[in-house]
């Protein structure tokens, strides 16, 4: 790769200060970065590390300036270091086509500007729409459907009827579709509740690896548009997960739980089943939560409080070993023992 720095302050709407001719051939962290290397800093500390490396230019705030570098100064550094990272590492291209080793069912409809790669199988009725890639080792069971743009990592399953929209990422080892864990208990046994249902997916939508999304027993699970869900996330069956949320690693959610737009579950988060939280709800780490969250609320804690509330039970926590001895001198003084 090779820009001019005007080349690149054009893709990130921003403004150069100092020579805009000069030549960039990398994008480098300030530690590692050499002549050619574009960096970033969006605080000031960082702006002095990235003043006192190699690299030959900085993307930083509106307003910041240097004697000793040129500046891309942009509206959000860290906008324009994801949008510079697309730039200077391109997502890799897989040319159209079928692998021979892939088993396609011959009801399948294939777009044929899609990639299908290695050790795949399609099953009957798939539906697989332009530029998808399956990259290996994938399966797509019976009647699902694939909008156009996704991109299957190595190994991912999913299961029939599921739906994907446009655009969406879906990395490697993850269960799209699987049984959601439905049982009864009749004459002493756990029956198992058919999960007849499906799985439904948003434009947009990126899912990590190894998470699994259950299919609903009955309707759809449901993932909005936009929502970016972590590493190892269990979603149960028949959620409904509104737009543009951010699902952490390991985080839990059970059967039926709906969540708003944009809400936030940090690391580690489990949610009872059944319950709703609103629009803009974030969750810290490690919660446990137990009931429903209105709108714009914050909560954590096991089991999740309102944030300022929670907050002021952890300091009183921490002021319970001093709280003890003061109880135990009170007592000494007052018995005489």
Same mark, same amino acid.
């Given at each position: 790769m090779n820009f001019t720095i005007a080349d690149i302050a054009k893709r990130l709407d921003g403004e150069v200060i100092g020579d805009s001719s000069a030549r960039l051939t990398g994008f480098a962290t300030t530690d590692t970065a050499q002549a050619g290397d574009l960096t970033f800093a969006e605080n000031a500390e960082y702006f002095a590390a990235a003043e006192n490396s190699a690299a030959t230019a900085i993307i930083a705030g509106r307003e910041t300036s240097s004697t000793r570098k040129v500046v891309i100064r942009v509206a959000n550094p860290r906008v324009?270091?994801? #949008?510079? /990272?697309? =730039?200077?590492? %391109?997502? %890799?291209a897989f040319a159209a086509g079928i692998h021979p080793s892939a088993v396609i069912a011959a009801s399948a409809q294939v777009d044929p500007t899609a990639h299908i790669g290695p050790h795949c199988t399609v099953g009957e009725r798939v539906k697989?729409?332009?530029?998808? *890639?399956l990259q290996a080792g994938n399966f797509v069971g019976a009647d699902a459907v694939l909008g156009e743009g996704t991109n299957l990592f190595p190994n991912v399953t999913l299961y %029939?009827?599921?739906?994907?929209? #446009? #655009? *969406? #990422?879906?990395?490697?080892g993850a269960v799209i579709g699987a049984d959601g864990f439905g049982y009864v208990l009749d004459g002493g046994?756990?029956?198992? =509740?058919q999960q007849v249902g499906k799985v439904v997916v948003g434009d947009d939508v990126e899912i990590g690896a190894n998470t699994t999304v259950d299919r609903g027993a009955l309707g759809s699970t449901v993932i909005?548009?936009?929502?970016?869900?972590?590493?190892?996330v269990q979603v149960g069956h028949n959620v409904t997960i509104g737009e543009h949320c951010i699902l952490c690693?390991? *985080?839990?959610?059970?059967?039926?739980?709906? /969540?708003?737009?944009?809400? =936030? /579950?940090?690391?580690?988060v489990g949610l009872a089943g059944h319950l709703k939280l609103g629009n803009q709800v974030t969750v810290g780490s490690k919660s446990g939560v137990m009931h429903n969250i209105p709108d714009g609320e914050q909560w954590l804690g096991i089991p999740a409080q309102p944030d300022k509330h929670a907050k002021r039970v952890l300091i009183a926590m921490q002021r319970l070993p001093d709280l003890l001895k003061k109880v135990a001198a009170w007592e000494k003084k007052l018995t005489g023992n």
């Open positions: 324009a270091f994801a #949008r510079a /990272l697309a =730039v200077f590492f %391109p997502e %890799p697989i729409g332009a530029g998808c *890639v %029939p009827r599921t739906q994907l929209g #446009r #655009r *969406v #990422r879906i990395h490697a046994i756990h029956r198992k =509740v909005g548009q936009g929502t970016k869900i972590d590493n190892l690693s390991q *985080v839990g959610i059970s059967g039926s739980v709906k /969540l708003g737009n944009y809400c =936030v /579950l940090a690391g580690q």
